[in-house]
């Protein structure tokens, strides 16, 4: 009897996953324009903050080992760090500049979201920010909030993962103090902007019902 | 089945894969947290492993035990090694 050769199963199996990619990918095609807007400006917004968060994280690993002396050895398993108290130290500090890099980010969102949102901001303003050709700061309430969630949710999911570390010990507690706040923070001018919209979406229907009258 | 129905599981599914791809984004820099390792020990470091520190216990054990005696053979294995073996006995 002849020994099966194992390369022939594997090769059957990448052919079937070949076919169910390009299935799927067929489907994609198909149905491109049935996809929700909303997913695909989610996906939109999603990706460079995701691209600017990973290469903090690098850069601040590096960065934070070589001022504090930290020796680590690089492999494919990441950065490996044989002293515990500079793995606490880099982590901590990395997992920081995150955070920060974050908050930036949606200072910078909170503040279109809050003094250039196109349904309240002033005319003056307006008049001010046309003068110097800055007027791509002035967006609707779809890119703003689109905008806003995803860093909200990447702050978000930032704070729980340093809680877990906090609580293992794996980074300072402070830290975790510091990523929560923020998340505190954002969530509440993010909330005060909505309401703010929703007052003047009210205030306009009850104009609109007015003038009927 | 008519095409309404083909057309919103088409809808569906492509959805449910657009957000596989929208939390695979999201998820992208949160998996970065495991990039960064603690080495284990052995591997440079001082630390004991629990194996070791359960050996050291059993021997501090049976060094500390006055009733017993300890008596080092050196047996041939089967591959023709010779092991190092500590007898005990009363």
Redesign the interface.
Known sequence: MGVKNPKLKKSHKMILSNITLTL?FM??L???P???RT??R??DQ??V??IL??CT??AS?ILVSYFIGAKF?FSA??????D?NN?VK??SY??LA?VVILGLGLIYILAKALYFHDTHISPKLTTKLFHHKMTTLIQNSFELYSQGV?WL??LY??TI?AVI?GIFGVIYSWVTIVSGSFCAIATLLLILDIENELDEIDEGYKEEIENES | MNHKKIDKVGKVIVNAMMLGLLWAIIALPISSFSLVRLGKSGSGTDVLSEQDVRTIEELNYIKEDETKVMREMYPESETGDVLNVVEISN
């Open positions: 799927l489907i994609l198909l149905y491109l049935m996809i929700s997913l695909i989610l996906i999603a990706i903050p995701a968060l990973l994280r690098l690993v050895s398993k990441g950065f490996i760090f044989h515990p793995y880099v982590n990395s997992t995150m995803i949710v990447y999911l930032i993962v570390l």
